[in-house]
Nanobody, 116 residues
């Protein structure tokens, strides 16, 4: 397994969860890590991404509630999700871009369910 995702689960509205995405040491030259999510019946959408130069992007829908961070020494990214809403319910997929590779590596999806 090259990307190990963890941290999903069931949480009540307003609660918090933290997702982790650990890339194996075999994946070198990482330039960007982050998450997409896909809710039932909807297209996959970008949630957040962090580049090796520290550039961070968030979907408008999560700004102010989610924080992405990265621990380069461990090839690991984290997504701290707070003030969760039912519309955050989705399968979250972490991704990694390597320098010189046009396509990302994907982690297995992790389900986040926010109950009202």
């Amino acid at each position: 397994v090259q990307l190990q995702a963890s941290g999903g689960g069931l949480v009540q509205v307003g609660g918090s969860l933290r997702l982790s995405c650990a890339a194996s040491e075999m994946i070198t030259g990482i330039i960007r890590m982050g998450w997409y999510r896909q809710a039932p019946g909807k297209q996959r959408e970008l949630v957040a991404g962090i580049s090796s130069d520290g550039t961070i992007d968030y979907a408008d829908s999560v700004k102010g509630r989610f924080i992405i961070s990265r621990e380069n020494s461990k090839n690991t990214a984290y997504l701290q999700m707070s003030s969760l809403k039912p519309e955050d319910t989705a399968v979250y997929f972490c991704y990694v871009y390597r320098d010189g590779t046009p396509f990302p590596y994907w982690g297995q999806g992790t389900l986040v369910t926010v109950s009202s």
